[in-house]
C-alpha cells in the first residue's frame, strides 16, 4: 500500500512501515534539514520541501499523493498555537490552522486508511470551525463520519514494545467495509534490559562502539550528577546542588537535573534530550567504591535510538549534527509504536 506523509520530519515514525507492507512514497516537511535527512533514509520517496499553507507546495503534495495512488496518509500537524481551554486570539498563529490542510487533501484525496498522530493534549484542543469552537474529533465527525470508521485513543510506547514511557493520542480514520483492529498490549521493557549492558561513560569519553560516546557536559553538572543517585534530582543536594557560572544556585522543577531508573521504562525523550537540565535526562548511574556516581551524563546517541525503538547501528549521513538527530527523534513517534498501530490494517 502506498503512502502520503504529511509534517514528516525526518520519517522517524516511518521506519518500520515497509515490514507492515506500507511504503511512503511522498511526503512533505518544511523544514530543509529534516527533509534532508528524510531524503537520505527514503531515498526512493518523492520528499517535497516546503511550507503546505503555500498553494504551490499543497498542489505538489497533493499532484504527486493522487498520481501514486495513494491509499494511506500519515499526518503530525504541530500543535503549539492551540488552547485547551478554547481561549486564545487563533487569528495570529497560523499553526493553528494546519490541520485543515490535512483535511483538505484528505477531501482531495482517496485515502482508504487515515491516522493523525500528536501530544495526548491535542484531542482535547479546541480548533476554529463553522463559527464555533470544537475539538478534533468533533469536526472530524462531522466531516467524514459518513464515509470512514473514526475513533480516537491514547497509547504509551511503553506498552508497545518500546522501552520508554511516551504517551501519544491518535485519531484513525478507515472507510467502512475496511477493518483496522487495535494493536496487543506487549510486556515493557525496562532501561536495564535496554541499555544495561553498555559500557559506563563519563562526559566526553567514547567507547568505540558505534554511537555510544558521552557528550560533554560543564564541569558544575557533572559535579552536581556524579552526588545524585538514581531516580534522584540534583536539585535536592544540600551542597552538591547544579550551579551556575557564578555558583548561583539552579533552580528548577523536581524533574530537571534528574536521573533516571534502572528498573523501569525510559521517561519520554524530548527534543531536549541532550541537556542534563531537561526533564529526566540523566543516565541513572551506577554508584562507585568512593561513593559517587557514575555516568553523570545524558543518554548516547546509541541509548538513545535503542530506547526510541530505533536501529542501534541506524545509518545517518555525515553531516547530521548531535543537535538534529536529537531534535528529530524527540519531537517524533517511537516507530514500533507506529509500527504496532499500522500493522493491524486490514486485521481484527
Not at 323 to 345: H, Q, Y
Request: with cysteine.
Amino acid at each position: 500500500m502506498k503512502g502520503l506523509s504529511l509534517f514528516s520530519g525526518a520519517g522517524i515514525a516511518e521506519t518500520y512501515f515497509k515490514e507492515s507492507g506500507i511504503d511512503i512514497v511522498v511526503s512533505n516537511e518544511l523544514l530543509k534539514k529534516r527533509n534532508d535527512l528524510h531524503i537520505y533514509l527514503y531515498p526512493d520517496c518523492t520528499s517535497i520541501c516546503g511550507d503546505i499553507t503555500n498553494k504551490k507546495v499543497f498542489n505538489s503534495v497533493l499532484k504527486m499523493a493522487t498520481a501514486e495512488k495513494c491509499e494511506f496518509l500519515i499526518a503530525t500537524p504541530p500543535c503549539q498555537g492551540m488552547s485547551s481551554l478554547g481561549k486564545k486570539d487563533y487569528n495570529n498563529d497560523k499553526r493553528n490552522y494546519l490541520i485543515f490542510y490535512v483535511f483538505d487533501i484528505m477531501d482531495r484525496g482517496d485515502f482508504n486508511y487515515i491516522l493523525i498522530e500528536n501530544v495526548p493534549k491535542f484531542l482535547k484542543l479546541y480548533f476554529p470551525y463553522k463559527n464555533k469552537l470544537k475539538t478534533l474529533l468533533e469536526i472530524i465527525n462531522d466531516k467524514y463520519s459518513s464515509k470512514y470508521n473514526i475513533d480516537s485513543f491514547v497509547l504509551n510506547a511503553k506498552d508497545y514494545g518500546v522501552p520508554q514511557s511516551r504517551p501519544r493520542g491518535f485519531i484513525r480514520l478507515w472507510k467502512k467495509g475496511l477493518v483496522w483492529g487495535k494493536p496487543l498490549k506487549q510486556k515493557e521493557i525496562t532501561l536495564r534490559e535496554a541499555i544495561g549492558g553498555l559500557p559506563s561513560l563519563e562526559s566526553g569519553q567514547d567507547s568505540g562502539i558505534k554511537w555510544h560516546y558521552a557528550k560533554c557536559h560543564n564541569d558544575r553538572e557533572i559535579t552536581a550528577m556524579k552526588h545524585t543517585s538514581e531516580g534522584c534530582s540534583a536539585l535536592k543536594n544540600e551542597y552538591y546542588y547544579p550551579k551556575k557560572s557564578n555558583g548561583e544556585r539552579i533552580k528548577g522543577f523536581h524533574n530537571t537535573y534528574k536521573r533516571m531508573k534502572w528498573d523501569e521504562p525510559c521517561p519520554a525523550r524530548a527534543m531536549n534530550n541532550g541537556n542534563m537540565g531537561g526533564h529526566n535526562n540523566v543516565h541513572p548511574g551506577r554508584l562507585l567504591e568512593d561513593g559517587t556516581y557514575s555516568d553523570a551524563r545524558v543518554l548516547t546517541l546509541r541509548e538513545l535510538f535503542i530506547v526510541s525503538s530505533l536501529p542501534a547501528d541506524w545509518d545517518l549521513p555525515n553531516w547530521c549534527t548531535d543537535n538534529l538527530i536529537r531534535t528529530v527523534i524527540g519531537e517524533a513517534i517511537p516507530p514500533r509504536l507506529s509500527k504496532a498501530i499500522v500493522d493491524k490494517i486490514g486485521k481484527n
